[in-house]
């Protein structure tokens, strides 16, 4: 049976010394570009086939969603308490269980009944940043967070959320530092589980032990808070009550709401915190695009209101600079579907049980696709016709990011509002030089830029007015979310 061609392996260690500990989506793309439509790599315990290019991804990932649909086996994260956790489930009944919750709190219905309370955190964020420019990602983390919590659990931003969104932060960390596929050895050799802490080489169980304690402390608290107020008839509108209200109500059941709204919870604030650090820095490299942005909104949407979620059709530019962005530095760089039986393609066997590796930075900075694909170029979206970006940043077919409207949605309206009411410029030191940010990526699930400075100040006194008098407003505009219908 013909296997896809690919880097030659060492006896034991496979490919695992060639793959570089940093940016390794760069060396995959490379590998493709030698290799071709599919590059096989094997790591200790795996064997992944990498997609480099949008065609395969469609054609195996969204039109064979049926066969890809699954996730390699993650040891580490179950045993470090995400055994349940959506994005590592492997496919089966209970996948498919939690995936319907998620269409309906994240179907339209849902999102309506989001949308207003987004708009009415946009000022807070906005205020955030006139007070403390520095803090920038402090400030895209914490609106995140809040918008989330709110949409998860329906819990009220200002008084309830400090130790609840602390606990978030921490349990998000610890999933980042479990869930890399091909980095524990105890997902290699799942047998290395039974072996107590004190072994020599288990390190691992000690990490996973902690982790385990953040984790449950971290979900379980604002889950059983709604149930009880579910229970006393208190709870506010939110994914959790909704679906308290309107499921069966066995243990099973219930535990498939809590992962769902643990789903919600954390897959939105790293995400939308890190792509929003990129648009930051791609606004200081890229001061004629941010130009650009801000006259459009100057013309479309004047100087007497801020953005809203409503006014995405008629910012076109805005909406390009959001697909660059994730196209530029995609949040999620690399994702695993495992197969669920044979399959066959482009002559290639593959057989169930290999993941195929979609490798999401590499398709889109194909320079077929996308010319000069390490640059920022809103125009390639809005003038050149260039592929969506949306479509391959959010994953693909049976496992597509259920929150992906809502995300577009916060991001997109973030980024307005900060164009309309900030101009965002390299930083100078003591001496007046510019400091060029520095354009690279840490490692992990989530792709976060490392630290960069920049110069965040008001557009104009205008802008500061602006942003006063829209707190205010805000403040007078409820803070429930409505319940939504199913
Ligand atoms: C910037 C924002 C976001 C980006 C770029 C993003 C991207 C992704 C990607 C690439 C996947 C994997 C898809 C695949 O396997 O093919 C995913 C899965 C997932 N996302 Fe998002 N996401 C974002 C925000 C959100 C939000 C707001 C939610 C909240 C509902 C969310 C919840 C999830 C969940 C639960 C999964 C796992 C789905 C599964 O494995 O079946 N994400 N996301």
Known sequence: RHVPPGPKPLPFIGNALQIPPQHEWIKFKEWGDTYGDLVKVEIPGNTFYFINTRDVATELLEARSAIYCSRPRAVMASISGWKNSIPTLEYGPRLRESRKMLKKGMGPAAVKTYYPYINREVPFFLENMLRKPDSFVEHFNRNAARIALKIAYGYEGVTEDEKIIRGGVDAM???????????????????????PSWFPFAKFKKFAERGKKITDEALDTPFYEVKRRVENGTADGSFTTVMLQTEKSDPETEDIIKWAATGIFTGQFDTTTATLSWFTLAMAKYPEVQKKAQAEIDRVIGKDRLPEVGDRDSLPYVWAIMQETFRWH???????????????????????????????????????LYHDADKFIPERFCDEGAPDSLSVAFGFGRRVCPGLVIAQTHVFVTMASMLA??????????????????????????????PFVVSITPRSDEAVTLIRRSVEHSKTLPDRLEIFST
């Not at 980042?176 to 072996?195: E, N, Q």
């Not at 999620?332 to 399959?343: F, G, S, V, W």
């Open 421 to 450: 009411t900030f101009n965002i410029t390299k930083a100078r030191d003591s001496t007046g030089a510019v400091i060029q940010p520095r354009e690279d990526a840490k490692s992990g699930v989530i792709n976060f830029p490392k």
């Open 173 to 195: 960390e610890v999933f980042s530092a479990v869930a890399a596929p091909g980095v524990w050895v105890v997902d290699t050799f799942p047998f290395l589980k039974y072996v």
């Open 330 to 368: 995609p949040t999620i760089t690399m994702m695993p579907h495992t197969a669920i039986q044979d399959d066959e393609y482009r002559g290639y066997f593959i057989p169930s049980g290999t993941t195929l590796m979609a490798n999401i930075w590499g398709i889109l900075h194909d320079e077929k």
